[in-house]
């Protein structure tokens, strides 16, 4: 029956769709399709995660996470968790695993988050953009996946990373 564009930048995209409801009577769908992404768990040859604690503005806190960021304009999500790798902690890895796809909201977001393991580190200094404040976090893999059953780790890309390398391992 028709859409509109309410709201777009560089990330977001707001579109209310007019719609046949089930009921047969016209009604509006809203949805919101957010710049895709990735979500790196890197793990080093110690077995600790290597995880960055950022202030996230949609919190008003920092927040403890898994390496992740969005993919440019026809990046293969391999190569957009690579880029982020680097940016983001200075690392780079020559053993890739992928952890699959997460639908952050499958009522109203599109956001698919490519997950992935990363192993076999080697580091060299960061490439961060202007906009990030990153502290690097190392801590045992078993640690992190403790932080994600109390909740300390919440950001759902890495909750997910963390479970699936988890039961992956068994």
Known sequence: MGSEEIFQDAFVRVVKDHVLQPDGEPGAYTTVDVKHGVAILAVDDQERAVLVRQFRYALGRESLEVVAGGLDEGEEP????????????????????????????????????????????????????????ITVVRLPFVEALTHVLDGTIAHAPSVAAILKARLRAT
């Open 78 to 133: 391999q190569a957009a968790a690579a880029r982020e790798l680097h940016e983001e902690v200075g690392a780079v890895a020559t053993v890739w695993e992928s952890l699959g796809v997460l639908q952050l909201d499958t009522s109203i977001v599109r956001c698919p988050v490519h997950l992935f393991l990363a192993r076999r580190l080697t580091f060299a200094s960061p490439a961060r953009e202007g906009t990030e404040r």
